[in-house]
């Protein structure tokens, strides 16, 4: 499968639909459970959420992602909460998860 959008392509309007990216692994978080990864492609960024409770297995192979792996990613776009967005991204207004 092929992606439908870039990583610096998502926005507002995009939220609810169901996207497939694809990229590099530029950073991988683990806050008690949940996994964010920022994805990048050449023309932006875009965060990724892998939460245990809405895919166990999904999230056990996010578990083994380390930075400049190269993954595809498909899930449903949703907007960041407020105070959790960063102004100087566009598409950190979005996250895939």
Same mark, same amino acid.
């Given at each position: 499968?092929?992606?439908?959008?870039?990583?610096?392509? /998502?926005?507002?309007? *995009?939220? =609810?639909? !169901?996207?497939?990216?694809? +990229?590099?692994?530029?950073?991988?978080?683990?806050? =008690? +459970?949940? %996994? #964010?990864?920022? /994805?990048? *492609?050449?023309? =932006?960024?875009?965060?990724?959420?892998?939460?245990?409770?809405?895919?166990? *297995?999904? &999230?056990? %192979?996010? *578990?083994?992602?380390?930075?400049? #792996?190269?993954?595809?990613?498909?899930?449903?776009?949703?907007?960041?909460?407020? +105070? !959790?967005?960063?102004? #100087? &991204?566009?598409? &950190?207004?979005?996250?895939?998860?």
């Amino acid at each position: 499968m092929k992606r439908t959008h870039n990583c610096g392509q /998502l926005r507002k309007s *995009d939220v =609810g639909n !169901k996207v497939t990216l694809c +990229g590099w692994v530029d950073r991988r978080r683990d806050l =008690g +459970g949940v %996994i #964010f990864v920022d /994805l990048r *492609d050449k023309y =932006g960024k875009t965060q990724v959420v892998f939460d245990p409770t809405r895919s166990a *297995d999904v &999230h056990k %192979i996010a *578990d083994t992602l380390r930075n400049e #792996f190269v993954i595809q990613a498909t899930g449903q776009v949703q907007s960041r909460p407020d +105070g !959790k967005r960063q102004a #100087f &991204h566009r598409s &950190h207004r979005c996250e895939n998860r």
